[in-house]
Protein backbone atom coordinates (compact mmCIF):
# COMPACT_ATOMS: atom_id res chain seq x y z
CA UNK A 1 0.00 0.00 0.00
CA UNK A 2 3.06 2.32 1.05
CA UNK A 3 4.60 1.52 -2.07
CA UNK A 4 1.46 2.46 -4.36
CA UNK A 5 1.30 6.18 -2.73
CA UNK A 6 4.90 6.49 -3.56
CA UNK A 7 4.37 5.22 -7.18
CA UNK A 8 0.90 7.67 -7.28
CA UNK A 9 2.52 10.62 -6.23
CA UNK A 10 5.59 10.09 -8.41
CA UNK A 11 3.63 9.96 -10.95
CA UNK A 12 1.39 12.94 -10.12
CA UNK A 13 4.73 15.01 -9.28
CA UNK A 14 6.04 14.03 -13.06
CA UNK A 15 2.24 14.92 -15.01
CA UNK A 16 2.48 17.84 -13.17
CA UNK A 17 6.12 18.90 -13.77
CA UNK A 18 5.21 17.87 -17.40
CA UNK A 19 1.80 20.19 -17.55
CA UNK A 20 4.35 23.35 -16.49
CA UNK A 21 6.78 22.40 -19.11
CA UNK A 22 3.92 22.03 -22.05
CA UNK A 23 2.70 25.65 -20.32
CA UNK A 24 5.59 27.57 -21.47
CA UNK A 25 6.13 25.96 -24.87
CA UNK A 26 4.90 28.00 -28.04
CA UNK A 27 3.16 24.73 -29.30
CA UNK A 28 1.34 24.11 -26.09
CA UNK A 29 -0.20 26.47 -23.26
CA UNK A 30 -3.01 25.73 -20.48
CA UNK A 31 -4.45 28.58 -18.67
CA UNK A 32 -7.42 27.79 -16.00
CA UNK A 33 -10.07 30.18 -15.09
CA UNK A 34 -13.38 30.17 -13.30
CA UNK A 35 -14.41 31.46 -10.35
CA UNK A 36 -15.97 30.99 -6.40
CA UNK A 37 -19.69 31.33 -6.04
CA UNK A 38 -21.88 31.29 -3.31
CA UNK A 39 -25.59 32.09 -3.13
CA UNK A 40 -28.35 32.25 -0.25
CA UNK A 41 -31.74 32.81 -1.64
CA UNK A 42 -35.58 32.37 -0.18
CA UNK A 43 -38.50 31.72 -1.84
CA UNK A 44 -41.84 32.38 -0.87
CA UNK A 45 -43.30 29.57 -2.37
CA UNK A 46 -42.65 25.91 -3.49
CA UNK A 47 -41.05 26.57 -6.94
CA UNK A 48 -40.65 24.42 -9.95
CA UNK A 49 -36.98 23.90 -10.06
CA UNK A 50 -33.84 22.30 -10.52
CA UNK A 51 -30.88 21.18 -7.99
CA UNK A 52 -33.07 21.85 -4.79
CA UNK A 53 -34.05 25.64 -5.89
CA UNK A 54 -30.77 26.36 -7.61
CA UNK A 55 -32.00 26.64 -11.02
CA UNK A 56 -36.14 28.00 -10.44
CA UNK A 57 -38.30 28.23 -13.56
CA UNK A 58 -41.72 29.27 -12.46
CA UNK A 59 -44.00 28.92 -9.19
CA UNK A 60 -45.62 26.04 -8.70
CA UNK A 61 -49.25 25.66 -9.22
CA UNK A 62 -51.53 25.88 -5.98
CA UNK A 63 -52.65 22.24 -4.40
CA UNK A 64 -55.11 22.65 -1.86
CA UNK A 65 -55.78 20.52 1.21
CA UNK A 66 -59.00 19.69 2.53
CA UNK A 67 -59.41 22.82 3.84
CA UNK A 68 -58.75 24.70 0.89
CA UNK A 69 -55.00 25.75 1.95
CA UNK A 70 -52.43 25.79 -0.48
CA UNK A 71 -50.19 23.51 0.50
CA UNK A 72 -47.04 24.48 -1.80
CA UNK A 73 -47.48 28.01 -0.31
CA UNK A 74 -44.55 27.84 1.85
CA UNK A 75 -41.63 29.70 2.07
CA UNK A 76 -37.99 27.92 1.98
CA UNK A 77 -34.59 29.05 2.28
CA UNK A 78 -31.07 27.37 1.27
CA UNK A 79 -27.29 28.09 0.56
CA UNK A 80 -25.59 26.50 -2.12
CA UNK A 81 -21.74 26.63 -3.55
CA UNK A 82 -22.65 24.13 -6.53
CA UNK A 83 -22.29 26.89 -8.82
CA UNK A 84 -18.74 27.30 -8.57
CA UNK A 85 -16.88 26.72 -11.63
CA UNK A 86 -13.40 25.64 -13.26
CA UNK A 87 -12.55 26.03 -16.56
CA UNK A 88 -9.37 25.25 -18.76
CA UNK A 89 -8.39 26.68 -21.84
CA UNK A 90 -5.88 25.13 -24.38
CA UNK A 91 -3.79 26.28 -26.96
CA UNK A 92 -2.80 23.52 -29.28
CA UNK A 93 0.17 23.03 -31.90
CA UNK A 94 -1.04 24.05 -36.06
CA UNK A 95 -3.06 22.16 -38.17
CA UNK A 96 -3.57 21.95 -42.01
CA UNK A 97 -2.21 25.49 -42.03
CA UNK A 98 -4.53 26.61 -38.80
CA UNK A 99 -4.48 27.35 -35.41
CA UNK A 100 -5.93 24.70 -32.96
CA UNK A 101 -7.31 25.50 -29.11
CA UNK A 102 -9.74 23.78 -27.00
CA UNK A 103 -11.71 24.51 -23.83
CA UNK A 104 -13.16 22.67 -21.07
CA UNK A 105 -15.25 23.27 -18.23
CA UNK A 106 -17.03 21.72 -14.95
CA UNK A 107 -18.95 22.96 -12.19
CA UNK A 108 -20.22 21.03 -9.10
CA UNK A 109 -24.14 21.10 -10.37
CA UNK A 110 -24.14 17.02 -10.92
CA UNK A 111 -26.29 15.82 -13.53
CA UNK A 112 -29.73 15.29 -11.25
CA UNK A 113 -30.59 15.96 -8.64
CA UNK A 114 -29.48 13.03 -6.93
CA UNK A 115 -25.83 14.00 -7.55
CA UNK A 116 -25.90 17.50 -6.51
CA UNK A 117 -21.94 18.70 -5.78
CA UNK A 118 -20.29 16.12 -8.33
CA UNK A 119 -19.03 17.44 -11.23
CA UNK A 120 -20.33 17.69 -14.75
CA UNK A 121 -19.15 18.58 -18.10
CA UNK A 122 -20.60 21.84 -19.14
CA UNK A 123 -18.22 22.34 -22.10
CA UNK A 124 -15.72 20.34 -24.37
CA UNK A 125 -15.01 21.30 -27.06
CA UNK A 126 -12.07 21.75 -30.09
CA UNK A 127 -11.41 24.32 -32.24
CA UNK A 128 -10.05 24.44 -35.67
CA UNK A 129 -9.14 28.08 -36.69
CA UNK A 130 -8.22 28.99 -40.52
CA UNK A 131 -8.31 33.02 -40.95
CA UNK A 132 -11.76 33.84 -40.73
CA UNK A 133 -13.31 30.44 -40.70
CA UNK A 134 -13.54 28.78 -37.42
CA UNK A 135 -14.90 25.10 -36.89
CA UNK A 136 -16.07 24.20 -33.63
CA UNK A 137 -16.50 20.61 -32.42
CA UNK A 138 -17.64 19.70 -28.47
CA UNK A 139 -20.07 20.73 -26.31
CA UNK A 140 -21.18 24.52 -26.31
CA UNK A 141 -24.22 26.77 -25.65
CA UNK A 142 -26.36 25.59 -27.86
CA UNK A 143 -26.36 27.67 -31.32
CA UNK A 144 -29.55 29.56 -30.46
CA UNK A 145 -28.72 30.45 -27.26
CA UNK A 146 -26.64 33.88 -28.21
CA UNK A 147 -23.69 34.20 -25.86
CA UNK A 148 -23.11 37.64 -26.84
CA UNK A 149 -26.71 38.72 -25.69
CA UNK A 150 -28.45 36.94 -22.32
CA UNK A 151 -29.66 38.63 -19.13
CA UNK A 152 -26.77 39.26 -17.14
CA UNK A 153 -28.66 38.37 -13.70
CA UNK A 154 -27.42 36.89 -10.76
CA UNK A 155 -29.72 33.88 -10.65
CA UNK A 156 -28.73 30.91 -12.41
CA UNK A 157 -31.57 30.28 -14.40
CA UNK A 158 -30.25 33.09 -16.74
CA UNK A 159 -33.88 33.87 -17.51
CA UNK A 160 -35.30 30.48 -17.95
CA UNK A 161 -37.39 30.00 -19.66
CA UNK A 162 -37.43 33.44 -21.45
CA UNK A 163 -34.00 32.51 -23.46
CA UNK A 164 -33.08 29.29 -25.61
CA UNK A 165 -31.03 27.67 -22.25
CA UNK A 166 -29.41 24.90 -23.82
CA UNK A 167 -25.94 23.04 -24.13
CA UNK A 168 -25.09 20.59 -27.00
CA UNK A 169 -22.74 18.66 -28.08
CA UNK A 170 -21.95 19.72 -31.99
CA UNK A 171 -19.86 20.52 -34.96
CA UNK A 172 -20.76 24.45 -35.85
CA UNK A 173 -18.79 26.26 -38.72
CA UNK A 174 -18.37 30.00 -38.05
CA UNK A 175 -16.80 32.55 -40.66
CA UNK A 176 -16.63 36.16 -39.99
CA UNK A 177 -16.53 39.18 -42.98
CA UNK A 178 -15.51 41.96 -40.96
CA UNK A 179 -18.39 43.05 -38.32
CA UNK A 180 -20.61 40.51 -40.28
CA UNK A 181 -20.67 36.97 -39.05
CA UNK A 182 -22.73 33.68 -40.52
CA UNK A 183 -22.76 30.16 -38.77
CA UNK A 184 -24.38 26.77 -39.82
CA UNK A 185 -24.32 23.98 -36.90
CA UNK A 186 -25.48 20.26 -36.73
CA UNK A 187 -26.09 18.98 -33.17
CA UNK A 188 -27.50 16.48 -30.79
CA UNK A 189 -29.05 16.14 -27.10
CA UNK A 190 -26.90 14.97 -24.43
CA UNK A 191 -28.09 16.92 -20.55
CA UNK A 192 -31.12 18.89 -22.07
CA UNK A 193 -33.78 16.83 -23.73
CA UNK A 194 -37.31 17.01 -25.02
CA UNK A 195 -40.08 14.69 -23.62
CA UNK A 196 -41.83 11.32 -25.02
CA UNK A 197 -43.64 8.28 -24.64
CA UNK A 198 -40.17 7.11 -22.13
CA UNK A 199 -40.53 10.41 -19.97
CA UNK A 200 -37.06 13.03 -20.87
CA UNK A 201 -34.64 11.20 -23.06
CA UNK A 202 -32.53 12.18 -25.98
CA UNK A 203 -33.55 9.05 -27.81
CA UNK A 204 -36.21 10.91 -29.66
CA UNK A 205 -33.97 12.95 -32.03
CA UNK A 206 -31.11 10.26 -31.91
CA UNK A 207 -33.65 7.34 -33.14
CA UNK A 208 -34.84 10.09 -35.80
CA UNK A 209 -31.21 9.43 -37.73
CA UNK A 210 -30.91 13.31 -38.59
CA UNK A 211 -29.34 15.69 -36.33
CA UNK A 212 -30.68 19.18 -35.46
CA UNK A 213 -29.46 22.14 -37.87
CA UNK A 214 -29.06 25.51 -37.21
CA UNK A 215 -27.97 28.68 -38.75
CA UNK A 216 -27.36 32.38 -38.29
CA UNK A 217 -26.03 35.74 -38.76
CA UNK A 218 -24.77 38.14 -36.45
CA UNK A 219 -23.79 41.55 -36.58
CA UNK A 220 -20.66 42.65 -34.23
CA UNK A 221 -19.18 46.45 -32.98
CA UNK A 222 -17.77 47.16 -29.54
CA UNK A 223 -20.88 49.23 -29.40
CA UNK A 224 -23.90 47.06 -31.11
CA UNK A 225 -24.79 43.97 -31.46
CA UNK A 226 -27.46 42.03 -34.16
CA UNK A 227 -28.52 38.73 -34.24
CA UNK A 228 -31.12 36.08 -35.65
CA UNK A 229 -30.72 32.39 -36.12
CA UNK A 230 -33.24 29.15 -36.81
CA UNK A 231 -33.25 26.15 -36.47
CA UNK A 232 -34.93 22.47 -37.04
CA UNK A 233 -35.23 19.64 -35.17
CA UNK A 234 -36.76 15.93 -35.96
CA UNK A 235 -37.87 13.71 -34.06
CA UNK A 236 -39.17 10.11 -33.71
CA UNK A 237 -41.18 9.33 -30.59
CA UNK A 238 -41.82 5.70 -31.18
CA UNK A 239 -40.08 2.87 -32.64
CA UNK A 240 -43.23 0.30 -33.06
CA UNK A 241 -46.40 0.91 -32.32
CA UNK A 242 -48.79 -1.86 -30.22
CA UNK A 243 -51.96 -3.12 -31.24
CA UNK A 244 -53.24 -5.42 -28.65
CA UNK A 245 -50.33 -7.73 -27.67
CA UNK A 246 -48.95 -7.34 -31.22
CA UNK A 247 -46.16 -4.88 -32.23
CA UNK A 248 -45.62 -3.36 -35.35
CA UNK A 249 -42.63 -1.33 -36.67
CA UNK A 250 -42.98 2.66 -36.47
CA UNK A 251 -41.04 4.81 -38.26
CA UNK A 252 -42.70 8.24 -37.90
CA UNK A 253 -40.83 10.93 -37.30
CA UNK A 254 -41.94 15.11 -36.94
CA UNK A 255 -39.70 18.44 -37.55
CA UNK A 256 -39.99 21.31 -35.33
CA UNK A 257 -38.80 25.24 -36.35
CA UNK A 258 -37.45 27.90 -33.45
CA UNK A 259 -36.12 30.61 -34.16
CA UNK A 260 -34.22 33.69 -32.31
CA UNK A 261 -33.31 37.93 -32.74
CA UNK A 262 -30.92 39.74 -30.60
CA UNK A 263 -30.21 43.15 -29.91
CA UNK A 264 -27.67 44.79 -27.78
CA UNK A 265 -26.68 48.75 -27.50
CA UNK A 266 -23.73 49.96 -25.52
CA UNK A 267 -23.70 53.49 -24.71
CA UNK A 268 -20.72 54.39 -22.32
CA UNK A 269 -21.51 51.94 -18.78
CA UNK A 270 -24.95 51.60 -19.77
CA UNK A 271 -26.66 48.43 -21.87
CA UNK A 272 -29.79 47.66 -23.73
CA UNK A 273 -30.21 43.76 -24.58
CA UNK A 274 -33.29 42.68 -25.85
CA UNK A 275 -34.50 39.24 -27.65
CA UNK A 276 -37.32 37.29 -29.25
CA UNK A 277 -37.95 33.95 -29.60
CA UNK A 278 -40.06 31.66 -31.04
CA UNK A 279 -40.22 28.01 -29.54
CA UNK A 280 -41.51 24.87 -30.88
CA UNK A 281 -41.16 21.90 -28.96
CA UNK A 282 -38.61 23.10 -26.86
CA UNK A 283 -38.63 21.21 -23.57
CA UNK A 284 -34.94 20.92 -24.22
CA UNK A 285 -34.62 24.92 -23.85
CA UNK A 286 -36.37 24.55 -20.37
CA UNK A 287 -39.55 26.16 -21.34
CA UNK A 288 -43.14 25.94 -22.21
CA UNK A 289 -43.85 23.62 -25.27
CA UNK A 290 -44.01 20.16 -26.52
CA UNK A 291 -45.94 18.19 -28.87
CA UNK A 292 -49.19 16.37 -29.48
CA UNK A 293 -50.10 13.33 -31.48
CA UNK A 294 -52.63 14.78 -33.90
CA UNK A 295 -54.07 11.41 -36.07
CA UNK A 296 -53.96 7.56 -34.71
CA UNK A 297 -54.39 5.43 -37.96
CA UNK A 298 -54.72 2.02 -36.40
CA UNK A 299 -54.82 0.31 -39.97
CA UNK A 300 -51.52 1.54 -41.73
CA UNK A 301 -50.65 2.00 -37.95
CA UNK A 302 -49.36 5.54 -38.58
CA UNK A 303 -48.93 8.35 -36.22
CA UNK A 304 -49.00 12.09 -37.01
CA UNK A 305 -48.05 15.14 -34.90
CA UNK A 306 -48.71 18.56 -33.75
CA UNK A 307 -46.26 20.88 -31.87
CA UNK A 308 -46.94 22.77 -29.12
CA UNK A 309 -45.44 26.37 -29.18
CA UNK A 310 -44.68 29.69 -27.37
CA UNK A 311 -43.66 32.88 -27.97
CA UNK A 312 -41.70 34.85 -25.49
CA UNK A 313 -39.28 38.15 -25.06
CA UNK A 314 -36.93 39.98 -22.65
CA UNK A 315 -35.52 43.22 -22.44
CA UNK A 316 -32.85 43.90 -20.03
CA UNK A 317 -31.23 47.92 -18.83
CA UNK A 318 -27.93 48.01 -16.88
CA UNK A 319 -25.31 50.44 -15.74
CA UNK A 320 -22.07 48.38 -15.11
CA UNK A 321 -19.24 50.10 -13.06
CA UNK A 322 -18.21 49.32 -9.75
CA UNK A 323 -21.69 49.66 -9.10
CA UNK A 324 -23.83 47.32 -10.83
CA UNK A 325 -27.60 48.31 -11.63
CA UNK A 326 -30.07 46.16 -13.30
CA UNK A 327 -33.54 45.00 -14.41
CA UNK A 328 -34.63 42.60 -16.72
CA UNK A 329 -38.16 42.06 -17.30
CA UNK A 330 -39.66 39.08 -19.64
CA UNK A 331 -43.17 37.95 -21.02
CA UNK A 332 -43.93 34.28 -22.82
CA UNK A 333 -47.22 33.09 -24.24
CA UNK A 334 -48.14 29.47 -24.89
CA UNK A 335 -49.62 29.65 -28.37
CA UNK A 336 -50.71 25.78 -27.80
CA UNK A 337 -51.13 23.02 -30.34
CA UNK A 338 -50.96 23.48 -33.99
CA UNK A 339 -54.07 21.34 -34.50
CA UNK A 340 -56.28 19.56 -32.81
CA UNK A 341 -55.45 16.58 -30.69
CA UNK A 342 -56.68 13.07 -31.63
CA UNK A 343 -59.26 11.84 -28.92
CA UNK A 344 -57.53 8.81 -28.09
CA UNK A 345 -53.72 10.71 -28.74
CA UNK A 346 -51.41 11.73 -25.68
CA UNK A 347 -49.13 15.03 -24.93
CA UNK A 348 -45.59 15.87 -24.50
CA UNK A 349 -44.09 18.41 -23.06
CA UNK A 350 -43.03 21.00 -20.17
CA UNK A 351 -45.66 23.61 -18.49
CA UNK A 352 -48.93 22.62 -20.87
CA UNK A 353 -50.60 23.75 -17.72
CA UNK A 354 -49.09 27.60 -17.91
CA UNK A 355 -51.23 30.26 -20.64
CA UNK A 356 -48.00 32.65 -19.82
CA UNK A 357 -45.43 33.40 -17.49
CA UNK A 358 -44.46 37.04 -16.46
CA UNK A 359 -40.67 38.10 -14.94
CA UNK A 360 -39.08 40.72 -13.38
CA UNK A 361 -35.63 40.85 -12.05
CA UNK A 362 -34.12 44.01 -10.54
CA UNK A 363 -30.54 43.47 -9.12
CA UNK A 364 -27.82 46.01 -7.44
CA UNK A 365 -24.32 44.46 -7.40
CA UNK A 366 -21.03 45.67 -6.85
CA UNK A 367 -17.76 44.95 -8.25
CA UNK A 368 -14.29 45.23 -7.00
CA UNK A 369 -10.85 43.64 -8.66
CA UNK A 370 -11.98 40.03 -8.67
CA UNK A 371 -15.08 39.90 -6.27
CA UNK A 372 -18.44 40.72 -6.79
CA UNK A 373 -21.35 40.80 -4.36
CA UNK A 374 -25.01 41.22 -5.44
CA UNK A 375 -28.71 41.28 -4.47
CA UNK A 376 -31.37 40.41 -6.79
CA UNK A 377 -34.96 40.22 -6.03
CA UNK A 378 -37.09 37.90 -9.04
CA UNK A 379 -40.82 38.36 -9.37
CA UNK A 380 -42.56 35.73 -11.60
CA UNK A 381 -46.40 35.44 -12.22
CA UNK A 382 -47.30 31.89 -13.85
CA UNK A 383 -50.97 31.52 -15.39
CA UNK A 384 -52.29 27.99 -14.58
CA UNK A 385 -55.61 26.65 -16.21
CA UNK A 386 -56.84 23.36 -17.72
CA UNK A 387 -54.15 21.45 -19.08
CA UNK A 388 -53.45 20.72 -23.18
CA UNK A 389 -55.17 17.69 -23.77
CA UNK A 390 -57.52 15.90 -26.99
CA UNK A 391 -60.02 18.07 -24.83
CA UNK A 392 -58.35 21.66 -25.68
CA UNK A 393 -55.47 22.52 -27.93
CA UNK A 394 -54.62 25.72 -25.66
CA UNK A 395 -54.84 26.28 -21.96
CA UNK A 396 -58.10 27.48 -20.61
CA UNK A 397 -59.23 29.43 -17.54
CA UNK A 398 -55.96 30.41 -16.37
CA UNK A 399 -55.22 32.02 -12.87
CA UNK A 400 -52.32 33.69 -11.73
CA UNK A 401 -49.70 32.13 -9.17
CA UNK A 402 -47.13 34.24 -7.97
CA UNK A 403 -43.80 33.84 -6.13
CA UNK A 404 -40.86 36.23 -4.99
CA UNK A 405 -37.12 35.19 -5.01
CA UNK A 406 -34.57 37.15 -2.66
CA UNK A 407 -31.03 35.93 -3.91
CA UNK A 408 -27.91 37.23 -2.23
CA UNK A 409 -24.83 35.97 -4.54
CA UNK A 410 -20.97 36.44 -3.72
CA UNK A 411 -18.21 35.91 -6.22
CA UNK A 412 -14.68 35.04 -6.42
CA UNK A 413 -13.25 34.75 -9.91
CA UNK A 414 -9.68 34.02 -11.25
Known amino acids: MKVSKIL ?18 DAFSIKFSGFVKTDAFYNTRSMVSIREDHITLWPSNKNPDKNNEDLNE ?5 ILSIQTRLGAKIDGPGIFGGKTSGYVETEFLGTTDADINSLRLRHAYVDLI ?44 THKF ?21 G ?33 KTFRPFTYYSVGTDKYKNEDKATTFSATGNIKVKIDKFQIKAQGNYFQNNPDFLTVG ?45 LGAADDIAQSGSVYGRGLDIEKIIKVFPRIAYNYNKSKIGFETEWTSAYYG ?20 FLLAFYLFF
Open 8 to 25: IATIAAVLIANLGLFAQS
Open 290 to 334: GYGIKSIDNINHKYEFTPISSVAGWMELMYKDEWEFGIVGGYLQN
Open 130 to 173: FDNTTIRAGQFWHPLFATENFPDVLNFNTGIPLIPFNRSPQIRL
Open 74 to 78: IGNFH
Open 178 to 198: DQLSVFAAINTQRDFTIDGPD
Open 200 to 232: YSNKYVRNSGIPEASFGINYSTPEFYAGVAAST
Open 386 to 405: KKISPLNKKVEDAEAVNSLR
